[in-house]
């Protein structure tokens, strides 16, 4: 079965610092991955995805993430974090199924930045 | 172009009461799937349909069921109702096929007390 480890729940920057949330996942074939960020009272909103080649993906509001197989991670990078980027963070796994399925989710890392 | 709509935003149940929750999906959009989000969780898939059928199915009592409409819109109910099943429910819709394509709604609050 697919799973998913964030083990930051509550990470805390400086605005204008570098960030990095981490995500581990369990799946037994190549994986689609997924980073989502939710506002309070919002649904999900897809900063990037993974599935196949370069395995540095880029996202949107500058956000990044590196996959790497031999660690089974897939953690999150911002250079200079912004007031506005605190949210809560979901890493999710998804199957290679070719068609539209389900994905599995980590609990979350919450983000607070100080000014 | 209207994204995902969920409707109510909020609401509140009492024990053992039955709930129906809706979803529009996103124009284009040709399937959908439901997700439960309790408090400091990350969401779980409940189920997902496509052309009016249930096609996966998460780890869910059958007390959680749904409906597809021929226009797409889909229903969550949820039957004799727990504390337990108090959280954010949202719908995402996608093009069946188009890889993971999701687009979420701002999901429905239910309070069970």
């Known amino acids: 079965a697919q799973s998913v480890t964030q083990p930051d729940i509550h990470i805390t920057v400086s605005e204008g610092a570098s960030l990095e949330l981490r995500c581990n996942y369990s799946?037994?074939?190549?994986?689609?991955l997924f980073w989502y960020v939710q506002s309070p009272g919002q649904g999900l909103q897809l900063l990037l995805k993974y599935f196949s080649g370069d395995t540095l993906v880029q996202g949107i509001k500058g956000f990044e993430a590196e996959f790497k197989r031999s660690q089974s991670s897939f953690n999150l990078r911002k250079p200079s974090v912004h007031w506005s980027d605190a949210a809560e963070y979901f890493c999710?796994?998804?199957?290679?199924?070719?068609?539209?399925?389900?994905?599995?989710f980590g609990t979350g890392t919450r983000l607070q930045v100080t000014l | 172009d209207a994204g995902v709509t969920q409707s109510p935003t909020h609401l509140i149940k009492t024990r053992g009461q039955q709930v129906t929750l809706r979803c529009s999906p996103k124009?284009?959009?040709?399937?959908v799937s439901w997700y439960q989000q309790a408090l400091g969780q990350g969401p779980q898939f409940i189920f997902q349909y496509y052309e009016e059928e249930e096609r996966q199915r998460g780890n869910f009592p059958d007390r959680f069921s749904g409906h597809q409409f021929p226009n797409y819109s889909s229903e969550l109910n949820v039957n004799a109702l727990l504390l337990g099943d108090s959280a954010l429910y949202l719908c995402?819709?996608?093009?069946?096929?188009?890889?993971?394509?999701?687009?979420f709604g701002s999901g429905t609050r239910l309070t069970v007390v």
């Open positions: 799946y037994g074939a190549t994986p689609y």
């Open positions: 995402a819709s996608s093009l069946y096929g188009a890889n993971y394509g999701y687009t």
């Open positions: 999710a796994v998804g199957g290679l199924t070719g068609t539209a399925s389900k994905l599995t």
């Open positions: 124009s284009g959009h040709d399937t």
